[in-house]
């Protein structure tokens, strides 16, 4: 399900007919998942505003673990695969930006170990969410599938080469995901 509705595009591109409502929701399907792999932003298809929960293993090293589907609203487990599973979060206190999951005081580092931690959090926008961010990732999709449908020999790329505008705009909500 998307997360970004059909009639909202139709509306947005003019179009009242239903002869291309199949190849709207593939475009929309496409320039979503490219949206959200540029900029690291996850959206929910669900109501719900605290992002939903995801399971992933992450590389150790460094202050902070950076998992895939921002922001991270809440961490409930971070587990130690080399260590039979110790369950971090029970002898730690574990705290998160929108970014990245840290200890608690910030300073000490993660130990080294590819895919070392499992983590279980909640992240991602909820389609109800009113963030700027959320209403700039949707601005820029509708943006994408309006040069997309009337190049449409374009590629996602090409668009946002040729449109400096909403490169700069994905350009600015990757960024700011990354280093909040």
């Known amino acids: 399900m998307s997360w970004l509705r059909l009639n909202t595009v139709k509306q947005f591109?003019?179009?009242?007919?239903?002869?291309?409502?199949?190849a709207l929701r593939m475009l929309v399907e496409g320039v979503e998942a490219a949206l959200s792999l540029a900029t690291n932003i996850h959206l929910s298809t669900t109501a719900h505003t605290d992002g939903e929960e995801f399971t992933e293993d992450l590389d150790g090293g460094g202050l902070g673990l950076r998992p895939k589907y921002l922001p991270i609203r809440s961490v409930?487990?971070?587990?130690?695969?080399?260590?039979d599973d110790e369950d971090i979060t029970d002898s730690e206190t574990i705290d998160h930006t929108p970014s990245r999951i840290v200890r608690e005081d910030d300073e000490s580092e993660w130990d080294d170990g590819v895919q070392r931690y499992r983590v279980t959090y909640r992240g991602g926008y909820?389609?109800?969410d009113t963030d700027r961010e959320v209403a700039s990732l949707k601005l820029v999709a509708l943006q994408v599938c309006h040069q997309i449908y009337h190049g449409r020999?374009?590629?996602?790329?090409d668009v946002l080469k040729a449109n400096t505008g909403l490169a700069a705009q994905v350009s600015?909500?990757?960024l700011k995901q990354r280093f909040a």
């Not at 591109?13 to 199949?22: C, G, N, R, V, W």
């Not at 409930?76 to 260590?83: F, G, H, K, Q, Y």
Request: charged share 30%; hydrophobic share 35%; aromatic share 4%.
């Open 13 to 22: 591109l003019q179009i009242s007919h239903t002869a291309e409502d199949d």
């Open 153 to 157: 020999d374009t590629a996602f790329d």
């Open 172 to 174: 600015r909500l990757s």
């Open 126 to 128: 909820g389609v109800s």
């Open 76 to 83: 409930s487990a971070v587990l130690d695969r080399e260590n």
